[in-house]
């Protein structure tokens, strides 16, 4: 059904951008493991080894996995760099890590998540969340396995990578809810309010988009004293300079691969992604829905032209980067699940004896035929994706494909080999794939 629509890119797949040069030649992996096999991390205190830790990693089968929680962070630095500039491929420090006993070279941004889960014992069975610890749900903390592609993929083996390329899908469905890592820098005050108080109380009130539109972002109108209050209102004035420069900065927003696992996670009924700071966390779709309406309802051009009015040029460019991105991924997700609400209801018509299957098409609520109903969302994922500013543009290509994937299901089984070695010109005009 897709087959057409694939031939429109070059590949698709995870393959490691900026993965670490100078691998060391022992390695704590099997040379092969089974199609549907792959690795989860369990974090070991360890103070012998820097940071406190070392890792253990063992092979599981993909269709009986103990919990896990698969990570969402980026292989570079968490933040921009001061001119807001994202160089695709910039290489960050490496560190070396002890997994099963062998040295093993991750990132610095990694390394400062794993060393703050064992500083804030998460990720281990025996946690007990403290008094006054900020997370919106801190249960999940004690899920013992993380998925981290860094390690739990052999970044030495072509074959290990293109190998988890037609199981990463998977392996984010079946994740219980994916901790979004934005960094080790906690928010300032201005920002936790906005994401503790704020937000919720903002949703709550404007549920639905069309009701900010033509409204002042400062909360000016009377309706926003009414149902935020005076003193929300002041702060909010205060606060959203400094959340959106918080925010806009942070590098996750414009990886194209850090954009598709939340995206595939969020259509599952295991919970929503969560963020994390440092060791605070928030809520990921507390903030998804709050940015999304925003930029529905056309806030974010006005918050863009009062930054550049008061000369904040830097956070304007990545505030509105920010909302595009946001919205980009809600866009997406909804469009995937009203193409799967659609297959639903057709199912259920085929199901009824008395209807033949002329009839179910006839009576199909969205008035399309199976094949019409696939286009539609394919080439609406298309058209979204290909709008994202992502750091690096071949992603718009690769990463689209590979939610295609994930729509077009058991029934297309594709072999393709992402390229990050071919130009962007290259694989925005189709360029060599393997079929299926």
């Known amino acids: 059904m897709f087959n057409h629509i694939v031939k429109i890119a070059s590949g698709v797949g995870r393959a490691v951008t900026d993965k670490p040069s100078g691998s060391l030649p022992a390695t704590p992996y099997k040379n092969s493991i089974g199609d549907r096999r792959f690795r989860l991390c369990r974090i070991q205190k360890d103070p012998s080894e820097r940071g406190g830790f070392s890792l253990a990693v063992r092979e599981f089968d993909l269709d009986s996995p103990p919990t896990y929680c698969a990570v969402s962070y980026t292989w570079a630095s968490a933040d921009l760099d001061n001119l807001g500039t994202d160089r695709p491929g910039a290489e960050e420090r490496i560190i070396p890590i002890l997994v099963n006993q062998i040295r093993v070279r991750i990132t610095q941004n990694l390394f400062d998540f794993l060393q703050q889960c064992v500083q804030s014992k998460w990720f281990h069975a025996s946690h007990k969340p403290e008094k006054g610890e900020v997370a919106h749900d801190t249960s999940l903390f004690v899920v013992n396995y993380l998925w981290i592609d860094a390690v739990s993929i052999n970044q030495d083996s072509t074959e290990d990578r293109i190998r988890h390329r037609s199981i990463m899908g ?16 906690v928010p300032n005050p201005y920002v936790r309010w906005v994401l503790e108080e704020f937000i919720p109380a903002f949703n709550k009130a404007f549920p639905q988009p069309g009701s900010l539109k ?10 926003f004293t009414e149902l935020l209050g005076q003193a929300a209102c002041r702060r909010w004035r205060d606060a959203w300079i ?14 194209g691969w850090a954009v598709q696992e939340v995206i595939i996670q969020s259509l599952t009924k295991n919970g929503e992604s969560f963020l994390l700071f440092g060791y605070y966390s928030a809520s990921w779709l507390h903030l998804r829905i709050f940015l999304s309406l925003l930029h529905l309802d056309d806030w974010n051009p006005a918050l863009v032209s009062e930054l550049h009015l008061h000369g904040f040029t830097s956070i304007a460019n990545r505030t509105r980067d920010l909302f595009g991105s946001v919205a980009n991924i809600t866009a997406v997700r909804n469009s995937v699940l009203r193409f799967r609400k659609a297959e639903r209801a057709r199912k259920s018509f085929e199901r009824r004896p008395s209807v033949s299957t002329k009839d179910s098409v006839e009576l199909d609520p969205y008035d399309q035929t199976e094949q019409q109903r696939a286009y539609t969302a394919a080439f609406r994922v298309l058209q979204i994706m290909m709008s994202f500013k992502f750091s690096d543009h071949r992603d718009n290509v690769y990463v689209s494909f590979d939610i295609l994937n994930f729509l077009a299901g058991d029934g297309l089984q594709l072999q393709l080999e992402t390229d990050y070695n071919s130009s962007v010109s290259h694989v925005f005009s189709g360029g060599p794939h393997q079929g299926h």
Not at 170 to 183: C, D, M, N, Q, R
Not at 214 to 223: A, F, N, R, Y
Not at 246 to 255: A, I, P, Q, T
């Open 214 to 223: 033509g409204k002042d972002p400062m909360c000016t109108d009377p309706v």
């Open 242 to 255: 400094p959340f959106m420069e918080f925010l806009g900065k942070k590098r996750w927003f414009r990886r």
């Open 170 to 185: 998977e392996i984010y469905l079946k994740s219980a809810p994916v901790p979004i890592w934005l960094g080790k820098e």
